[in-house]
């Protein structure tokens, strides 16, 4: 299966490392370059690309806004969004995910990052470093909004399905999970699915968030 990708940032020399690096791959291609947030946004409406590699610093419509019209709240059919900035501000990274972005990446990560970034969003996965989610989840989990109300949503979890919240929220990977489990990862993929289909959440960035926010894990970090 071969990836499509949409690469956004204003930089055109960064676009064109992107663009290199994206097309040496085997199982990517870029269909798609933007200069600003607001072409990003038409070109992956009108492309529908697998992944957004969206800068956050843009003209004319900066990338978390871009995002937020692509993933955030209420977008029927969202993108998976990968931002990447040359900023490390905990701010940043949690007005990306608030806006619907699906992982954050910073631009002096190595290609193989960006590259491993890719597949992981594309998954369907979340791209934090476990550190990083309960960081930013302890600090600004109160501020975000759950997609759904949590009494009947967590009532309607199986007692493993809860569990395997429980791990996804501490940062842990589906093969981490099989393993403290002892189940298989087809198991555990299995279980992740439910559980973003009964809580109407769209990926495990959103199933951390509303772990913590539901009291299901400490935000004591």
Avoid: C, W
Wanted: aromatic fraction near 4%; charged fraction near 25%; charge should be negative.
């Amino acid at each position: 299966m071969t990836l499509r990708v949409l690469v956004a940032d204003d930089q055109e020399l960064v676009r064109t490392g992107y663009v290199t690096i994206l097309s040496a791959q085997s199982d990517m291609e870029v269909v798609g370059e933007a200069g600003n947030g607001r072409d990003a946004v038409d070109l992956a409406l009108r492309l529908k690309p697998d992944v957004v590699v969206m800068d956050v610093r843009m003209p004319v419509l900066d990338g978390i806004t871009a995002t937020r019209e692509l993933a955030g709240p209420g977008v029927e059919n969202p993108a998976k969004v990968l931002v990447v900035t040359t900023f490390q501000l905990d701010e940043y990274v949690y007005e990306a995910l608030r806006a619907g972005a699906s992982g954050f990446l910073l631009k002096d990560s190595p290609p193989s990052e960006l590259l491993n970034g890719i597949r992981v969003i594309a998954s369907g996965e979340a791209l934090l470093a476990p550190a990083i989610t309960r960081k930013l989840v302890g600090r600004f989990g109160e501020r975000v909004r759950p997609t759904t109300s949590a009494g009947s949503a967590v009532d309607a979890l199986t007692p493993r399905e809860v569990e395997v919240l429980k791990l996804i929220a501490e940062g842990m990977s589906n093969v981490e999970i099989a393993e403290a489990m002892v189940v298989s990862r087809e198991t555990v993929k299995t279980h992740v699915s439910r559980i973003l289909t009964k809580l109407d959440l769209r990926d495990r960035v959103q199933a951390v968030v509303f772990a913590h926010r539901n009291g299901l894990v400490s935000a004591t970090l």
